[in-house]
Nanobody, 125 residues
Framework: QVQLAESGGGLVQAGGSLRLSCAASERTFRTYGMGWFRQAPGKEREFVAATTWSGGNTYYTDSVKGRFTISRDNAKNTVYLQMNSLKPEDTAVYYC??????????????????WGQGTQVTVSS
């Protein structure tokens, strides 16, 4: 069982930056694809970004392309989400998730096997 712990959330003004981290408990971390999702109050959880086990391929939802960057350091069992040019509509709880990828769409939450507890990101206008 993989345990995931997010950190790095907080309050930032519009236009600012934050870097989220997600630390995994397992040395098998390097075999998992990793994703970031977010959920705003009253809304469904939505896909933000994902990366393959090697970090060689990355995927983003359209609303964050050019602003967010997902990366991973398999030596540290950690995946990151660098968020720049933040907007108030980015306000949400951000979750990282791990998948033993078997061909499902990267944006499908149902394809992920393990989830962290989430970290709050609040962007003020």
């Amino acid at each position: 069982q993989v345990q995931l712990a997010e950190s790095g959330g907080g309050l930032v003004q519009a236009g600012g930056s934050l870097r989220l981290s997600c630390a995994a408990s397992e040395r098998t971390f390097r075999t998992y694809g990793m994703g970031w999702f977010r959920q705003a109050p009253g809304k469904e959880r939505e896909f933000v970004a994902a990366t393959t086990w090697s970090g060689g391929n990355t995927y983003y939802t359209d609303s964050v392309k050019g602003r967010f960057t997902i990366s991973r350091d398999n030596a540290k069992n950690t995946v990151y989400l660098q968020m720049n040019s933040l907007k108030p509509e980015d306000t949400a709880v951000y979750y990282c998730a791990a998948t033993l990828y078997t061909g499902q769409p990267w944006g499908a939450a149902s394809g992920y096997d393990y989830w962290g507890q989430g970290t709050q990101v609040t962007v003020s206008s």
